[in-house]
């Protein structure tokens, strides 16, 4: 007698057809590889769009708009950890979020996330990785949401309006949202440390909604209903605004000389030394180590202009009197008065133009983004110039937003 052998139950397949993506995975579930699904049947994959990474989950067009920002606003991660380990590591941020985002929902809201994700950029996060957490919030919400991720620090990084500019171009079919109905949601306040609560890391979420324009809230504010009164800006841009048209100085005056000199810039990165020169000391030969990289090279072309009957400005930081004297003692030797510029402006400004010179696009640079460090090194070791130095004068220049090269330039500089 023949016996029959048991039939082996197969495994359903229930790949994606046509797709490379793994299998649609529930919040916290994994495949058999344990890689997180990037794209759910029915709905739009994800795309790229230079450094903004975009999904549609079936969100339809609106123009009542309820932006988020994600992390810490509404998840945090299930392990503790600052940085989630995993597209599952994660928990909604209070278990009111779902229920409060399905009742906007409800309320002909059209719920859309904006999210920085820097760390695409320097390898700390895998794309596959954000797409699959993205995934799983939309299994575990099950309500339409549009995410926005920006992926590198660029225009489109928020403060800057970059994601909001791109959404309403490309990802609502065209219907313009009304601001005074729309609102945006996200932790970076700007608030101090207290009892029971930690600083918070910046106030970039508050500033993106000022800069777009909508209703500011806190999680706290949205979802808990507690009433928050929210600090002062340290720093608002806007507030520069005050100043264009002004003097740099206070004063009406013409800033180069008919005879020879040798001006000397003291100040910070990001302080305007270099668009100083170029609104109002072109004529005069520039000595700036970006371009010459060395500081024998910076002496050499200082005392071939004096040599050559040229004045000279030395565009460098120049932050102490040991620095300075290197090219001091070139126009004492050379018999040329010699001025002192110190550039006395705000920390906060200096880190903000330092911050465009990647962020804005829309102008020319004379220097690249330097790190933080070396503004906050500046600082440290300034030692403001004297006449006893060997200048014929020291002259104090504060900055003075502006003029600017186009709308996109302006906008870019106050939005961000």
């Known amino acids: 007698m023949k016996v029959l052998k048991k039939a082996r139950k197969r495994k359903p397949n229930n790949d994606l057809k046509g797709s490379t993506a793994k299998r649609f995975m529930a919040s916290g579930e994994k495949s058999d590889q344990g890689k997180e699904e990037t794209k759910v049947k029915g709905l739009q994959t994800w795309k790229s769009d230079g450094s903004i990474l975009f ?21 945090d991660t299930k392990s503790g950890a600052l940085f989630a380990k995993n597209a599952s590591d994660w928990k909604w941020w209070d278990e009111t979020v779902p229920n409060k985002l399905k009742e906007i929902y409800e309320d002909g809201y059209k719920i859309v996330i904006f999210s920085n994700q820097a760390g695409v950029e320097i390898n700390r996060v895998k794309p596959e990785t954000l797409k699959g957490k993205f995934t799983q919030l939309y299994s575990s919400l099950k309500i339409p949401f549009q995410a926005l991720c ?32 729309s609102l945006y949601c996200g932790d970076a306040a700007g608030r101090p440390k207290t009892k029971t609560k ?13 800069n777009t324009g909508l209703t500011f809230y806190t999680p706290e504010m949205y979802f808990l209903g507690i009433k928050e009164r929210l600090p002062p800006l340290a720093f608002n841009v806007k507030k520069l605004k005050d100043l264009e048209g002004k003097s740099p100085t206070g004063e009406e005056e013409k800033y180069a000389k008919e005879e020879q000199e040798m001006i000397i810039f003291i100040g910070s990165p990001g302080a305007g030394k270099s668009t100083f020169w170029n609104n109002f000391l072109k004529d005069y030969v520039r000595v700036n180590n970006d371009t010459l990289k060395t500081k024998e090279k910076c002496m050499k072309v200082a005392r071939q202009a004096l040599e050559e009957g040229k004045s000279c400005v030395i565009d460098n930081t ?12 070139i126009a004492e030797e050379l018999k040329v008065p010699c001025r002192a510029f ?4 705000e920390k906060n400004i200096c880190m903000h133009n330092n911050d465009q010179r990647k962020v804005n696009s829309h102008r020319s640079h004379f220097s690249k983004k330097v790190s933080n460090v070396i503004i906050h090194t500046f ?16 002259k104090t220049i504060k900055f003075i ?16």
Do not use: H
């Not at 937003?401 to 939005?415: L, Q």
């Open 342 to 345: 110190l550039f006395d402006i």
């Open 401 to 416: 937003p502006g003029p600017f090269e186009s709308t996109g330039d302006e906008e870019s500089y106050y939005n961000s």
């Open 198 to 210: 930690k600083k918070d890391f910046s106030d970039g979420d508050r500033k993106f909604a000022l």
């Open 379 to 394: 600082f440290k070791r300034l030692e403001k110039p004297a006449e006893e130095e060997g200048f014929s004068e020291v």
């Open 55 to 75: 999904a549609d989950f079936g969100a339809k067009s609106s123009d009542k708009v309820a932006g988020f920002d994600m992390d810490s606003t509404l998840i």
């Open 150 to 181: 920006a992926t590198s620090k660029d225009e489109n990084r928020k403060p800057n309006t970059g994601m909001w500019k791109y959404f309403v171009q490309n990802c609502n079919n065209g219907v313009i949202p009304k601001k005074t109905k």
């Open 318 to 329: 120049n932050p102490d009197a040991a620095t300075r004297s290197r090219y001091t003692s």
